[in-house]
């Protein structure tokens, strides 16, 4: 085969190709004994005259067209060498990076004395020569010259190559400056650390908005196995935030990333009907693109991201303590500045409802037994509005048994409760949601004597002197969230505050005489 292919890089003068372009892809051309026409013709880069094409050669022609091609188009370096270890193919890339034109390397017998050191040169040629009875690619770095006299260091795979009889015929040789080979081993190798031990979720997003590859840390954020995350839409994974995410997504696709990181909330699908955590994730992106592309094909997106929930909550619930001191601080400079000190507790009233809640009630105990509970204060039933002094008669409010604010009263202390859902101690052991319908949730304010917008309650008692003076509801609406702790341990904070004003003003007989 080797014969053959000779045969044909010495014919294939009849197309105009070079030495660089030998006549068939099947194998290396091997040079002509020396001092015969053939080698001459093979060193110089010269062939026999101009014959007349015939019919049989011209797959011969179209043949080393295209193996030509094939080689000059190469993004490494290639050359061959025969079984005797001379140079039978020299690719543009080889010539780019030392300097040697294909005429001038064809024909020469193995590298010595011209692309490397002399002293080199039988370590080297063993090397690659070698590589025709070792199994599958050999790997070898050595430093060859450049044709103005440099020194490159480069990384070269060379293998075998079988002739039609199954022996070795030769070997090729592709090789690479290392620098360059460092790079791309270095981006293969962050590739893949980010794919598995980056304690950053990263997720590959295709054109179509499904993950394409994820990384451990992202499966574990999405709670779910891998093969389940793969290939799904986004909205099977996450039941709220997918439609901001896939927005982002999509900008990220047509106009690039954006310039600096976002906080995206999100809640993961639960399991069994019940609905998934709720998560904050610091999510950057980048629009990847086809570097093989003339112009910029955009293949997807990376989607990296890391959990910050904890800060978010610690940052808000800090914002939401600053918010409700300073409240406080302008309540307590209001209340100051009245001579009624029952006006003064609707005045702490009135700014603990900003941001807190819809509507607020205030209830003062009788000195009878039982302990009667006695509507002094309350915000407009309708649209809300400032919690303004009602004056009393003396009647006690209809409240049913086990009612919230009669339960604050006998545990002196504060209870959440909401529609649907059982009645809790504001400290017991976990907040309580209201799950029923509209109707249901008016049913139930009525029976408590709320209005009707009523979802949530949140009872203090009020206790000054040892005492207590009675009780303060705090109201919300369906469209706001169930209170929780921190929220029962500001409504005290302002029922201490309530407790002090209502005591004065019993002292001062301005209670209606109902203490």
């Known amino acids: 085969m080797i014969r053959r292919a000779a045969h044909a890089a010495t014919s294939s003068r009849r197309c105009q190709v070079t030495a660089s372009r030998p006549s068939g892809p099947t194998r290396p051309a091997r040079s002509a004994p020396e001092g015969s026409g053939d080698a001459a013709d093979a060193a110089s880069g010269a062939g026999p005259g101009p014959q007349a094409p015939t019919s049989p050669s011209q797959p011969d022609c179209d043949d080393s067209d295209l193996l030509a091609a094939l080689l000059d188009g190469m993004d490494a370096a290639l050359c061959a060498f025969d079984a005797d270890g001379v140079v039978t193919h ?23 004395g011209w692309a490397i050191r002399s002293a080199d040169a039988e370590e080297v040629q063993g090397r690659l020569l070698g590589a025709m009875e070792a199994e599958g690619r050999q790997v070898h770095e050595f430093a060859l010259l450049t044709k103005d006299g440099g020194r490159v260091l480069v990384r070269t795979q060379s293998a075998g190559v079988r ?29 893949e ?6 304690s950053w979720g990263v997720v590959l997003i295709d054109a179509d908005l499904r993950p394409a590859v994820a990384n451990t840390h992202a499966v574990r954020a999405l709670r779910a196995e891998r093969t389940a995350v793969l290939g799904r839409p986004l909205g099977e994974l996450l039941s709220q935030g997918v439609e901001e995410l896939e927005s982002v997504l999509q900008h990220v696709l047509a106009e690039g990333a954006p310039p600096a990181p976002a906080d995206l909330w999100v809640t993961l699908r639960g399991t069994d009907g019940k609905e998934g955590e709720r998560r904050c994730w610091r999510s950057g992106f980048l629009r990847l693109a086809s570097p093989l592309a003339e112009e910029p094909v955009p293949l997807g997106v990376g989607w990296f991201f890391h959990d910050v929930t904890e800060a978010k909550q610690l940052e808000q619930e800090g914002s939401l ?17 009245c001579e009624d000190p029952l006006e003064a507790a609707t005045v702490f009233m009135d700014f603990a409802l900003a941001g ?37 008669g003396g009647i006690p409010a209809r409240y049913i048994e086990g009612h919230p604010a ?12 909401s529609s649907g859902g059982r009645t809790a101690r504001a400290h017991g052991a976990g907040r309580t949601v209201g799950s029923a319908g509209s109707e ?38 369906g469209g706001r969230r169930a209170f929780e702790r921190v929220d029962a341990a500001y409504a005290e904070d302002v029922a201490y505050r309530v407790a002090g004003a209502l005591d004065l003003a019993q002292q001062l007989g301005r209670t209606g005489g109902l203490r």
Do not use: K
């Open 356 to 392: 807190f809640a819809d509507h607020a009630l205030l209830d003062l105990a009788s000195e009878s037994e039982p302990v009667r509970l006695v509507r002094a204060a309350a915000t407009p039933a309708g649209s809300g509005g400032p919690c303004s002094p009602i004056v009393p």
């Open 321 to 337: 303590l600053r918010f409700r001191s300073n409240q406080l601080h302008r309540a307590g400079q209001a209340a100051s500045e």
């Open 440 to 477: 249901d949730a008016r049913q139930w304010a009525r029976a408590r004597q709320w209005p009707d917008d009523s979802v949530h309650a949140l009872c203090v008692v009020l206790r000054s002197r040892g005492r207590t003076m009675g009780v303060a509801t705090f109201l919300r609406s």
């Open 193 to 198: 650390a980010l794919f598995e031990g980056a």
């Open 90 to 112: 020299w690719n543009r890339e080889a010539e780019r990076i030392l300097g040697w034109t294909a005429e001038e390397a064809v024909g020469r017998h193995g590298f010595a």
């Open 163 to 191: 002739g039609a009889d199954g022996r070795y015929a030769g070997v090729y040789c592709a090789f690479s400056e290392v620098h360059a080979q460092i790079d791309l081993e270095r981006s293969i190798a962050l590739s």
């Open 406 to 417: 009669l339960q604050a009263l006998e545990r002196a202390g504060s209870v959440r409760a």
